[in-house]
C-alpha cells in the first residue's frame, strides 16, 4: 500500500495541478473546476445517483468495471459500471451543496491520483491491492481503509486549495503573518480572511480554516489568551 507523508502529497497536489495547467493552459484556473478536471484531466466518468436511503454515502469509486446495486425507488437498480466511474449523490447537484460537492468530486479524484501512482511505482494493480490467498485481520483492513481515506482528503483539500496558490492571496490582504485561532474564533480581521478565502475558493471554512493549519498559516491559542473579548467572532 501507498504510504505518503503530508509533504509527499502536498507536492503530489501541486505537481498535479502543475501538470493540468501545462496540458490545458487555456481552461486550468483555480479554483478548480472539479468536473473539468475529473472528465477532462482524469479521464474519468461522473454520474449523479441516488447513492443510499439516507443520505450517508455521498461519493463512490469504481476503478474496474463491475455490477453495481443502487436504490431505486423502493428496491434497487443493479448497473453495469465501467471502469473509472465516479458516481455523486445527486443530493449534490445541487447549488446550496456546492462545498460539499466540490470536496466529495476532489476526494474521489485524489483516489484516483494516489492510485495511479501506486501502480506505477509498485508496478502492481492497485485493483488487485489484497491477495486473494492471505486471510487479513479486521484491523488491517480498517487500518488500510483509514490510511486511504486520510491520504484522499488531504490530496483533495491541496487540490482545492493549493499553497501555491494560497500564499499571494494572504500577502495581498495584508497578512502575510499567521492567523490564530483562539478556542475556536477569531478576531474581525482574521475572520473576514477567512471569509474571503471561502469565496475566493469555492469551499466550505472549515478547508480553508484546515489549509492555513497544514501550510503553517495558523495557530491556536486559548480563548483566554484574546485581549478585546468585544471583538472576537466564533469560527
Not at 443520505?55 to 473509472?84: C, H, Q, W
Not at 476532489?106 to 491477495?131: M, P, Q, V, Y
Not at 488500510?144 to 500577502?171: F, H, M, R
Not at 475558493?201 to 478585546?228: Q, Y
Request: proline share 4%.
Amino acid at each position: 500500500m501507498l504510504i505518503l507523508s503530508r509533504q509527499n502529497i502536498e507536492a503530489i497536489g501541486e505537481a498535479v495541478l502543475a501538470d493540468c495547467a501545462m496540458a490545458n493552459v487555456k481552461k486550468f484556473s483555480i479554483p478548480l473546476n472539479l468536473e473539468w478536471f475529473a472528465r477532462r484531466y482524469l479521464n474519468l466518468n461522473v454520474e449523479y445517483r441516488k447513492l443510499s436511503d439516507d443520505g450517508t454515502i455521498l461519493g463512490f469509486t469504481a476503478y474496474r468495471g463491475m455490477n453495481l446495486k443502487l436504490p431505486s425507488g423502493l428496491g434497487e437498480t443493479e448497473l453495469s459500471v465501467p471502469k473509472d466511474t465516479v458516481f455523486l449523490d445527486e443530493t449534490l447537484n445541487k447549488p446550496n451543496k456546492a462545498h460539499s460537492m466540490r470536496f466529495t468530486l476532489a476526494h474521489e479524484c485524489a483516489h484516483h491520483i494516489l492510485a495511479r501512482i501506486e501502480e506505477k511505482r509498485t508496478g502492481c494493480s492497485f485493483r488487485r491491492r489484497f491477495d486473494k490467498g492471505r486471510q487479513y485481520t479486521c484491523r488491517e483492513l480498517r487500518t488500510a481503509g483509514d490510511w486511504c481515506e486520510w491520504q484522499a482528503n488531504a490530496l483533495a483539500a491541496v487540490l482545492l486549495i493549493p499553497k501555491s496558490a494560497l500564499s499571494p492571496y494572504l500577502t495581498r490582504w495584508g497578512r502575510p503573518f499567521k492567523l490564530t485561532s483562539f478556542g475556536g474564533y477569531f478576531n474581525a480581521p482574521d475572520y473576514e480572511i477567512i471569509k474571503k478565502l471561502v469565496e475566493r475558493f469555492n469551499v466550505s471554512a472549515s478547508v480553508v480554516k484546515i489549509r492555513l493549519k497544514e501550510t503553517g498559516n495558523l495557530i491556536f491559542k486559548l480563548e483566554s489568551e484574546f485581549c478585546d473579548p468585544l471583538d472576537i467572532i466564533a469560527g
